[in-house]
């Protein structure tokens, strides 16, 4: 088991048969990645503008991964051919949506009218 990230909210990510310990990407990083997903499906774009879109992806990707080892272990694989971007995508399914955990508010009738 990996050892946590400082300063970060982290939890582990089963990726193929390992645990890997991620990070929560911030909001500005999924910004970027939704900016650069969109960039990359894009027919009109040039080539190497779309396979820089991919490699930044990429990156974003594995900038949320704490161990330099497990990074590695996932370069090696995509090397290799046996990563799929699937695999990767439970990174920015971990951490979910933290209100969808609260219970709702729940408010009792409308405050009675006074007579004035």
Sequence with gaps: MTQGDPGHETRPVKIKDRQ?????LKDVQILLMNRE???VTRTD?????RLKGAATLMDLLESAIVQESDRQWLTDLNVKGELELSDL???LTVFGDDKADEKPVVRRGRPRKTAV
Excluded at 20 to 24: D, G, L, S
Excluded at 45 to 49: A, E, K, Q, S, Y
Aim: aromatic share 0%; glycine share 0%.
């Design 20 to 24: 890997v310990e991620t990070r929560k």
């Design 37 to 39: 997903a969109q960039l």
């Design 45 to 49: 774009l040039p080539m190497d503008r």
């Design 89 to 91: 995508m439970e990174i």
